[in-house]
């Protein structure tokens, strides 16, 4: 087959006209941090999510150290997450010092097994953090119920989930905490951004608060007409805030959610179509329960080659592509720090150095997927 020109990159994101002309808008208007735009991103993000409050910040990554702070989850708690995760979540729980307990994941999904949640739960276990992996949802039901049973907090890590529903609810849907993330390759961009959703007033005023250096009213209430611009601090807070120039994406962003969220499903499925069949590749497997997939990532398994190898070869046919994720107890500092049991995470490890994810975005072409999925058919049969 002849080798494409141009690099297909991994991920792209999708910028149109009107993503542009409103953010021309807001950086004209005379306020560009968090203001209006702000609060209109966060009252379209409960209309998706069902939750009744929401609270946009400047990465998902942010959001996960704002909650996890505002919870008073700290020095030796345990939080219980997936290793197959991105390392964000786990830095956040080693820097609030508590200790992250990893469970094993379904190897064909590679989200948490919410099976072998309950065995790992302790008198210390305060949280879990499950992952709606690639954008497909994590066993909720199960999860709280178990969650519900211990009296632990359940703290979604919806990073991957614009558009994923289980069983009809979105994701954040479910009456506790989630954490979505708008950093550039996600389903909805803001350049880089995040979104709490929760339904607890009390946590919700707690959380703006420490999204803003701990003060109580935002800036924009403080210095509009005949606001007061003093204030006190009773904890001191982080500087998490999301501007409006970044908003303004946002917004818009959201309005095309459907469009990019079809065109995701589409290219997935041809994925899935074309690379079937092909041997010593595994394409990724949907849950069995009612879901709706946000296809955040296609993470395909390369069963007899080298993964550095099969990089090399991809990136010799001009195909860009991603890692999710290095699996997190193997990173030097967890490692060293914590008492990992690798037996107990025998799927995460048989899945850890096979994973590959393939290019998809919206605006890639049917004969872009047709072209990877060539390419990898010649790469396989001459391996
Ligand atoms: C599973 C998961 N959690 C959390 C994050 C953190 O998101 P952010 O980059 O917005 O901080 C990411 C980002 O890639 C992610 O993939």
């Not at 707690?206 to 601090?233: C, Q, T, V």
């Not at 990136?315 to 990173?331: D, K, M, S, T, W």
């Amino acid at each position: 087959m002849n080798i494409r020109k141009d690099f297909l990159p991994f991920s792209r994101p999708s910028i149109g006209e009107a993503e542009i002309n409103k953010v021309v808008t807001c950086l004209k208007s005379g306020w560009i941090t968090t203001g209006a735009l702000c609060k209109e991103f966060e009252d379209k993000f409960c209309q998706l999510t069902t939750a009744s409050k929401a609270i946009a910040l400047n990465s998902a990554t942010a959001g996960m150290h704002l909650t996890l702070s505002a919870l008073g989850i700290g020095e030796d708690d345990e939080v219980i997450t997936p290793s197959m995760t991105f390392a964000s979540t786990v830095n956040m729980i080693a820097l609030r010092g508590a200790v992250p307990v990893f469970v094993d994941i379904d190897y064909g999904t590679l989200n948490i097994n919410a099976d072998l949640i309950e065995k790992s739960i302790t008198s210390k276990t305060k949280a879990i953090i499950p992952v709606h992996f690639a954008g497909a949802p994590a066993d909720m039901e199960k999860i709280n119920r178990i969650a519900q049973k211990h009296n632990l907090i359940v703290i979604e890590d919806a990073a991957h989930a614009v558009g994923t529903y289980y069983k009809g609810i979105h994701a954040g849907g479910f009456g506790h905490i989630a954490i979505f993330s708008f950093h550039p390759i996600k389903n909805i961009t803001t350049g880089e951004g995040g979104m709490i959703t929760l339904n607890d007033a009390e946590l919700e005023k707690k959380l703006r608060m420490l999204r803003f250096h701990g003060i109580e009213r935002d800036a924009w209430k403080r210095y509009g007409k005949g606001g007061n611009p003093s204030y006190d601090i009773a904890q001191p807070g982080y500087k998490y805030n999301l501007p409006d120039i970044l908003a303004a994406l946002g917004v818009v962003q959201l309005e095309r959610l459907q469009e990019f969220n079809t065109r995701r499903s589409r290219l997935a499925n041809l994925y899935l179509e074309w690379l079937k069949g092909i041997e010593g590749i595994e394409v990724p497997q949907s849950p069995g329960y009612d879901h709706t997939h946000a296809w955040h990532l296609f993470v395909i398994k390369n069963l007899t080659m080298d993964r550095d190898g099969f990089m090399n070869q991809l990136a010799e046919y001009n195909i860009g592509y991603g890692l999710h994720f290095p699996a997190v107890h193997n990173l030097s500092y967890v490692k060293k720090k914590y008492s990992v049991d690798n037996g107990s995470l025998k799927e995460t490890n048989r899945a850890a150095d096979k994973i590959l994810s393939l290019p998809l975005f919206p605006d890639m072409l049917e004969g872009d997927v047709q072209y990877v999925c060539s390419a990898i058919k010649e790469i396989m049969k001459n391996a």
